[in-house]
C-alpha cells in the first residue's frame, strides 16, 4: 500500500492543485487527469494479480491441504447479468441523490445566508465520507490497516483524477478565491498525513486525536470566515 497509494496520492494532489492554480480546469486538463487515474487503476490492478498469485503460490507450496474445496452450500453464485444490473441500479440512483443533494445544498446555502463551498466543504464533505469512515472502522476491527490506508489514499486518487477529470470533461471547471484557502490548506494537510504515516509507518492515538483536533479547528476557521 505504502509503495503505491502514497506516490500516487501526492501526484494526484500536486496534479490537481496544479490544473487549479490559475483558477480553471480546462476541457483538456480533465482529459489528462482522466487518462492518469485509467494508468493509475490499470497499475493497482496489475499489482493485485501478481500479488494474488504469489499468494497463491506460496499457499499451494506450504499448505496444500488447508484450502478446503468450495462446497454447493457456501452460498449461492452470483451472476455477471445480476452483478450488472445492481451496479446500473446503484448508478441511477447515485445520479438521482446526487441532483437531490445539490439542489438541497443550494438552496440551504441561500436559505442560511452562506456560501455554497462553505457548506460544501463541511456538511457535504463529511456526509459523503461517512460510508468511508464506516469502512475504516470495519477494517480496523478485522486488522486489516493496510486497507484502511488504501481505501482512504485511494478513495481520494479517484476523487482528484476521477469526479474532477471527469466533471471538466463535461464542463470545464472555474473556481473563486473561496476555494484557495481551502486548496493550501488541503496541500499541508495531505503532506502532514503523508509524514504522519511515513514517520514511524502507524498512527497512534494521539496522532488520530491532533489530526481529528486540526480538522475540526479547518472547519471552524473555514466557517467563520
Given at each position: ?6 506516490p ?5 494532489v500536486?496534479?490537481?492543485s ?8 480546462s476541457?483538456f ?6 487518462l492518469l487515474l485509467g ?17 497463491a503460490?506460496?499457499y499451494?507450496?506450504d499448505e496444500?491441504d ?7 452450500g ?8 445480476a ?11 447515485l445520479?438521482?441523490?446526487?441532483k ?5 445544498l ?7 445566508g ?5 457548506l ?9 465520507s ?5 469502512t ?12 484502511l490506508?488504501g ?6 486518487v ?10 471538466a470533461?463535461?464542463?470545464?471547471l ?8 481551502f486548496?493550501v490548506?488541503s496541500l ?7 509524514y504522519v504515516?511515513l514517520a514511524d509507518?502507524?498512527v497512534?492515538f494521539?496522532?488520530?486525536?491532533v489530526?481529528?483536533?486540526?480538522f475540526?479547528?479547518?472547519?471552524n ?5
Amino acid at each position: 500500500v505504502l509503495g503505491t497509494q502514497i506516490p500516487a496520492f501526492l501526484g494526484a494532489v500536486l496534479l490537481t492543485s496544479g490544473s487549479l492554480y490559475d483558477g480553471t480546469v480546462s476541457r483538456f486538463e480533465g482529459v489528462l487527469l482522466v487518462l492518469l487515474l485509467g494508468v493509475y487503476l490499470r497499475h493497482v490492478l496489475r499489482q493485485s494479480r501478481n500479488h494474488g498469485a504469489h499468494d497463491a503460490e506460496c499457499y499451494g507450496d506450504d499448505e496444500p491441504d488447508a484450502a478446503p474445496e468450495p462446497s454447493a452450500g457456501d452460498g449461492p453464485r452470483v451472476s455477471l447479468a445480476a452483478l450488472i444490473g445492481v451496479l446500473v441500479v446503484a448508478l441511477v440512483c447515485l445520479l438521482t441523490s446526487g441532483k437531490t443533494i445539490i439542489d438541497a445544498l443550494i438552496n440551504s446555502a441561500d436559505a442560511v445566508g452562506i456560501s455554497s463551498v462553505k457548506l460544501s466543504t463541511t456538511v457535504l464533505a463529511i456526509g459523503t465520507s461517512v460510508p468511508e469512515i464506516a469502512t475504516g472502522i470495519a477494517l480496523v476491527r478485522k486488522k486489516r490497516f493496510d486497507g484502511l490506508f488504501g481505501e482512504v489514499l485511494g478513495s481520494n486518487v479517484f476523487d482528484l483524477l476521477g469526479i474532477i477529470g471527469l466533471t471538466a470533461v463535461v464542463m470545464p471547471l472555474a473556481f473563486g478565491g473561496a476555494l484557495a484557502l481551502f486548496l493550501v490548506v488541503s496541500l499541508v494537510a495531505s503532506f502532514a498525513v503523508i509524514y504522519v504515516i511515513l514517520a514511524d509507518r502507524k498512527v497512534s492515538f494521539l496522532e488520530g486525536a491532533v489530526l481529528l483536533l486540526l480538522f475540526a479547528l479547518f472547519t471552524n476557521i473555514l466557517v467563520l470566515l
